[in-house]
């Protein structure tokens, strides 16, 4: 093999092709696409902390426990340990019962608490709301004044404050789990979302460049243009060839986008702060080490896969005359990319499983499964390894027997594509 041609073919490929304003075009539209989805999760978080809202609850307090004081902190401590809930403001009024209940029914409070002491002594309360249902609110209001009217019974039997708040302080109790903390659903829907994504990135890697060096072959044996190339390259450094150029254009279009989504995920954290997102689940994760993980197996098995697929490409497609041939041509190997696919999520929804295992180390199906499961779950280093290995000697016999086919596939002009023809033709060119 001649470096210095193979260079020149792959030059030419990837020119042919950089230079389409189309091909510049989708690129950019592909890299923003991949920062805006990036960014996309801190920023619906920042709206939807935005979002949350404040009730307003007016307490008409006809009686002299003061319950309107006595709410307001128990809403506050509530509301510090909610999650994204809505705040209850508790606001005393001086207004009458029915002043209150027409502004419940106007709109400028959620609701309103009457209070009012029974001729025992005892608290009596009565909820006002627009809907009169028994609502989230009305339950939470309901708990608190509980409370409330207890300590007032036994403040009223002689029990004091401090007597009543140390009977009343709540036990320790605390949850344990017998297997490790798992991560939050929010954090491992963040990882199945960016396993996903490289599952489809390689799905459309693999189908688009592997149909452009298929259709280019075709192309160039209908027109001639291959008798010329072969007088000036062997059948081999043109497979080599054509197979590095496509593939220098694939990576000048994946690389960008892999460089700006990493760099975008590395930096939520930061995004967030500069926006004051606060409690959102969504950013408790690692973006930068799964960039960096997913990155690195993400190239090994491009290259891999890549060199697999499109040396088997090229092959098929050098038995061709017509480009209308391609696609039925091609179909066993698109029928390998979308197993490959569909194994890859199935992996996502199973990362441990036998068949996340099968198709994560099968070489045909491993570079679109094996990256998604590492990323979602725990892949051990053998299995890892054994993998890579697997996929890179396969790669290397694709190449070879793709070398074979493809020498003496070129040369087929105005003979059926057969396999008969390419193995007799095979063996009488190794006999001589």
């Not at 470096?3 to 950019?28: C, D, G, H, N, P």
Request: glycine share 8%; net charge neutral; hydrophobic share 50%.
């Amino acid at each position: 093999m001649d470096l210095q041609r193979i260079w020149l073919v792959a030059k030419r490929e990837w020119w042919s092709r950089f230079s389409q304003r189309s091909f510049r075009i989708v690129t950019l539209v592909q890299v923003v696409a991949i920062l805006i989805g990036a960014c996309l999760p801190t920023i619906i978080a920042k709206f939807a902390g935005d979002s949350t809202s404040v009730q307003h609850v007016i307490v008409v307090d006809q009686s002299d426990a003061k319950v309107a004081e006595r709410m307001a902190p128990l809403f506050a401590v509530a509301d510090d340990q909610a999650a994204g809930g809505n705040g209850v403001e508790i606001q005393a009024s001086t207004d009458t019962p029915d002043a209150a209940r027409q502004q419940v029914n106007d709109g400028k409070a959620d609701a309103a608490l009457l209070v009012t002491r029974e001729a025992d002594g005892k608290l009596a309360f009565s909820y006002v709301s627009k809907s009169g249902e028994t609502d989230t609110l009305a339950q939470s209001i309901y708990a608190v004044v509980a409370s409330i009217s207890m300590q007032d019974r036994l403040q009223q039997q002689g029990v004091s404050e401090q007597e009543f708040a140390s009977a009343a302080a709540p036990p320790a109790f605390t949850i344990q789990a017998t297997e490790a903390a798992s991560e939050n659903d929010a954090s491992q829907g963040a990882r199945y979302a960016i396993g996903f994504v490289f599952a489809i990135l390689m799905y459309m890697v693999i189908i688009l460049y592997g149909m452009w060096i298929a259709q280019g072959v075709v192309e160039e044996k209908s027109s001639r243009i291959m008798e010329i190339m072969i007088n000036a390259a062997t059948p081999r450094d043109l497979l080599a060839g054509k197979v590095l150029g496509i593939g220098l254009a694939a990576l000048t279009q994946l690389v960008p986008m892999m460089l700006v989504g990493g760099i975008a995920f590395a930096l939520q954290p930061r995004l967030a702060k500069a926006l004051d997102v606060t409690g959102s689940t969504i950013l408790d994760i690692d973006f930068g080490a799964i960039s960096a993980q997913a990155i690195g197996l993400f190239a090994i098995y491009f290259v891999l896969g890549f060199v697999l697929y499109a040396s088997l490409y090229a092959s098929i497609a050098s038995l061709l005359s017509r480009q209308e041939e391609v696609s039925q041509a091609v179909s066993p190997l698109m029928t390998f990319t979308i197993v490959g696919y569909l194994g890859a999520i199935f992996t996502l929804s199973a990362p441990d499983g036998l068949a996340a295992q099968i198709f994560s180390i099968f070489p045909f199906t491993a570079p679109f499964a094996m990256v998604p499961r590492s990323i979602v779950g725990d892949v051990p280093a053998w299995e890892l390894m054994l993998s890579i290995v697997l996929l890179a000697i396969t790669a290397v016999g694709g190449v070879l027997f793709a070398s074979r086919v493809y020498r003496v596939g070129v040369l087929m002009y105005g003979q059926k594509p057969s396999w008969k023809n390419v193995l007799r033709a095979g063996t009488i060119r190794a006999a001589r």
